[in-house]
């Protein structure tokens, strides 16, 4: 039995699709260490796609989600998701939120909070096949307070229009955040 079949039979699609993605990333980064004169063309496949129209698709997701969002419409912000879509972050209960429904319901608290979005960066993308992931930052305002995060999202291109299937944001806490990596240990 293969390690795809396992996945998807005991643990879902998120599962598959956050193993492909790591797999995606893993491959990228094997090339980088391979062969140094690769780094050049690993930093261009990890910040774009081959097809510009896809590239701008994705880019456009983030806009999208900020846009509505910001205007207080969840079902608009729900509506750039796959009906089977997973979010995960650490402001809900379980860790997980899925479907659709209730991504938008999800939204639809922050919306109601007056949270907004000051803005998102798409940091890295890489595209393969109907597949894409970006990682990126984000800056918002909560209830007065500021906040940055991080955000995976991975897209699948569904009847020729990508959209999240999964999504993790995550808040960095300075409280207990490293700070600085050493590279180049001694030992």
Known sequence: MNLLYRLETE???????LFLSAVLVCTIS????ENP???????????????SSDAKAIRRIAVQWKNGYNSGDAASVASLY????????????TGIIHGR????????????ARYHIDSIQIVSMACSGDMAYTVGRYESSNAGQKAM??????VRKINGRWLIVAHEAAV????TAVRYLDINPSH
């Open 149 to 154: 995060g991080v955000n995976l999202v991975v």
């Open 37 to 51: 004169a690769n780094a050049e063309v690993a930093a261009a496949a990890q910040n774009s796609c081959t097809d």
């Open 11 to 17: 643990g879902g699609k998120v599962k598959k699709i």
């Open 30 to 33: 094997a090339q980088l260490q």
């Open 82 to 93: 796959a009906e089977g879509a997973d979010y995960l972050t650490q402001h809900f209960i």
């Open 101 to 112: 429904a209730a991504i938008q319901a999800y939204v639809q608290r922050g919306v109601d």
């Open 172 to 175: 960095p806490d300075p409280a």
